[in-house]
């Protein structure tokens, strides 16, 4: 824990809090905003990379369909060709994941830092030339309350979560029979699951936590837009 906090949580919250210092108004809800997006673009090659991988891998999912059809009586046979056309095609089935996997702590940091950051007794924690500021003002355009819960907020964080959701299965689910068919009714079912999770989640978290997700979230719809315009 202590290697997270100095690797990951100590600099992003040094970070905040500079941004927040030089901000006309000092409002920690802008500072959020502006650290969220700088972090998203750091970690763009990573998501460009991640949203390729699952491209090709939908592309071929009505071959990968035909082999396990072929060498259906012969598991280990099917792995082989599927494994077998995955090289051929250049492609990594799990270079989608590694680069989100890579993702988790500092999205994790994140969390801490606007959960954490807007306390007092986490200021112990800034850098000796990051100024400290006698007090910081938890609120977004002056009438958020970033460290109570936010209803309105949260239920705009699971209406952007549905958006991403059906921007996803609209650009990657595969239209092809047998496993396609049962990765597409999973999607399905994830397409309303998981903006309800957010909002349930939500419900109780400070607003400065959703703040980030709904940038975060934000974001992602704007750069798989952008990705697909570029790569299509």
């Given at each position: 824990?202590?290697?997270?906090?100095?690797?990951?949580?100590?600099?992003?919250?040094?970070?905040?809090?500079?941004?927040?210092?030089?901000?006309?108004?000092?409002?920690?809800?802008?500072?959020?905003?502006?650290?969220?997006?700088?972090?998203r673009?750091?970690?763009?090659?990573l998501?460009?990379?991640?949203?390729?991988?699952?491209?090709?891998?939908?592309?071929?999912?009505?071959?990968?369909?035909?082999?396990?059809?072929?060498?259906?009586?012969?598991?280990?046979?099917?792995?082989?060709?599927?494994?077998?056309?995955y090289?051929?095609?250049?492609?990594?089935?799990?270079?989608?994941?590694?680069?989100?996997?890579?993702?988790?702590?500092?999205?994790?940091?994140?969390y801490?830092?606007?959960?954490?950051?807007?306390?007092?007794?986490?200021?112990?924690?800034?850098?000796?030339?990051?100024?400290?500021?006698?007090?910081?003002?938890?609120?977004?355009?002056?009438?958020?309350?970033?460290?109570?819960?936010?209803?309105?907020?949260?239920?705009?964080?699971?209406?952007?979560?549905?958006?991403?959701?059906?921007?996803?299965?609209?650009?990657?689910?595969?239209?092809?029979?047998?496993?396609?068919?049962?990765?597409?009714?999973?999607?399905?079912?994830?397409?309303?699951?998981?903006?309800?999770?957010?909002?349930?989640?939500?419900?109780?978290?400070?607003?400065?936590l959703?703040?980030?997700?709904?940038?975060?979230?934000?974001?992602?719809?704007?750069?798989?837009?952008?990705?697909?315009?570029?790569?299509n």
């Amino acid at each position: 824990m202590a290697l997270f906090n100095e690797i990951l949580y100590r600099p992003l919250l040094n970070l905040a809090v500079a941004i927040y210092n030089i901000l006309p108004g000092h409002d920690f809800g802008v500072a959020v905003i502006v650290l969220t997006i700088l972090v998203r673009l750091v970690l763009m090659p990573l998501s460009i990379k991640a949203l390729l991988s699952q491209r090709k891998l939908t592309q071929l999912g009505a071959d990968v369909n035909l082999l396990k059809e072929k060498h259906k009586d012969d598991k280990s046979r099917q792995s082989e060709e599927i494994m077998k056309l995955y090289k051929d095609k250049g492609v990594n089935p799990i270079g989608g994941c590694l680069p989100l996997l890579i993702q988790f702590p500092l999205i994790i940091a994140l969390y801490k830092v606007f959960g954490d950051g807007i306390k007092p007794e986490a200021l112990s924690s800034l850098y000796s030339f990051v100024a400290r500021p006698e007090v910081i003002k938890a609120t977004f355009l002056g009438i958020i309350d970033l460290a109570h819960r936010n209803i309105p907020l949260t239920l705009l964080a699971g209406g952007l979560q549905f958006i991403q959701a059906w921007q996803q299965k609209k650009n990657t689910v595969p239209q092809t029979e047998g496993a396609g068919k049962e990765v597409a009714a999973l999607t399905n079912q994830m397409l309303y699951f998981f903006p309800l999770f957010i909002i349930i989640i939500g419900w109780k978290l400070p607003a400065g936590l959703i703040l980030y997700w709904v940038t975060s979230t934000a974001y992602s719809i704007f750069e798989q837009a952008y990705i697909k315009m570029k790569h299509n």
